[in-house]
């Protein structure tokens, strides 16, 4: 099994604040590898290191082993990484399909290509991938109108059309409704296990982490407090403490 990414000993501080501390990870090809940590730990902070949204202070992040750190976004989108927010980016005025045709840019040469028409097989993949998600029935519909759940998963499908090799996610499952979240970890597992697609996802949310990941590492003050199976993870007394201490919550928000 080789690592699609590797981040070896990346350091990241804003002004006087540390939030990245000689960080070094792996995130393995075809699995979904979890990020967790308290607020404020540094987590969403190395996600902007390693798409190339700011440049990192020190150490090396390569990405199917070519160094990215100095990349930015728009061309490492290009090599197959994008990652969701925590907060839904969907355009909310416009249906859920011209939503899907317009997240295409990522991986083509440039917005130009957003005022072609689109082909039939772009149309028919809007639409399997809407299916994959749940959203079929509901394609038409102005996306603002959706449940928020709802965006989220379109969110989601508007990343897999660009047929990436590796989506990073911050917080899936952060604001969604308790009873819907099951179906989101499972439309994410089936990304990897159907699409072939690899997941870094960062969560909050213990049992979400516990369902979905098959390894994780934890963040405290912004180092790397501890790395495993979730199983490991979630029993390792240092991470307990560092849960205790900081504003995680084990069982939900
Ligand atoms: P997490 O995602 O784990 O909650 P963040 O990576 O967002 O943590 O933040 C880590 C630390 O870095 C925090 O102390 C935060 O205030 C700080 N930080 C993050 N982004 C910036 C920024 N753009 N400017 C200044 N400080 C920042
Ligand atoms: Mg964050």
Known sequence: MSNLIEVRNVSKSFGGVVANRDISLDVPEGRVTGLIGPNGSGKT???????????????????????????????????????????????????????????????????????????????EKADRLLEFVGLYSKRHLISGDLSFGQQKLLEFAMALMNEPKVLLLDEPTAGINPTLINGLIDRLRRATTELGITLFVIEHNMPVVMNLADNVYCLANGRLLAHGTPDEVQNDERVINAYLGGHLEMEDH
């Open 45 to 123: 902070t190395l996600f902007n290191s390693i798409v190339g949204y700011h440049p990192i202070d020190e150490g090396s992040i390569q990405f199917e082993g070519q160094e990215i750190s100095d990349m930015m976004v728009p061309e490492i989108a290009r090599l197959g990484m994008l990652r969701t927010f925590q907060q839904t980016r969907i355009y909310s005025k416009m249906d859920c399909v011209k939503n899907m045709l317009i997240s295409l840019p990522h991986r083509t040469e440039g917005y130009s290509s957003m005022f072609k028409p689109y082909g039939a097989e772009t149309m």
